[in-house]
Nanobody, 123 residues
């Protein structure tokens, strides 16, 4: 499956963005999906994951309550709504897919990575 992330940009602290990840080549419902991010000078970290049919979600503690993951399998797209942005949310955000149960994404067990989209939060 090929994954194409989009929706990043420059936003002021407190603002919102919606990231999208469009999948092609395979049916999206075959995969659990996740979002990761990598801040400058830091390792890539898990952000959120969603099960194949969207019934279960999981979030890193640092984003819980501010980020919402969702998917539309009919459109082969996964979304990440990010609200109340903070400067420390500045990072390249990556979407990823896994054929294993979605919680394995928390450990970085990924089958396919998309290219990243840059989110910059100004203070």
């Amino acid at each position: 499956v090929q994954l194409q992330a989009s929706g990043g940009g420059v936003v002021q602290a407190g603002g919102s963005l919606r990231l999208s990840c469009a999948a092609s080549g395979r049916t999206l419902s075959d995969y659990a999906m996740g979002w990761f991010r990598q801040a400058p000078g830091k390792e890539r970290e898990f952000v959120s994951a969603i099960s194949r049919l969207g019934g279960y979600t999981y979030y890193a503690d640092s984003v819980k309550g501010r980020f919402t993951i969702a998917r539309d399998n009919a459109k082969n797209t996964v979304y990440l709504q990010i609200n109340s942005l903070k400067p420390e949310d500045t990072a390249v955000y990556y979407c990823a897919s896994a054929t294993r149960p979605f919680r394995t994404l928390v450990d970085g067990t990924v089958d396919y990575w998309g290219q990243g989209t840059l989110v910059t939060v100004s203070s």
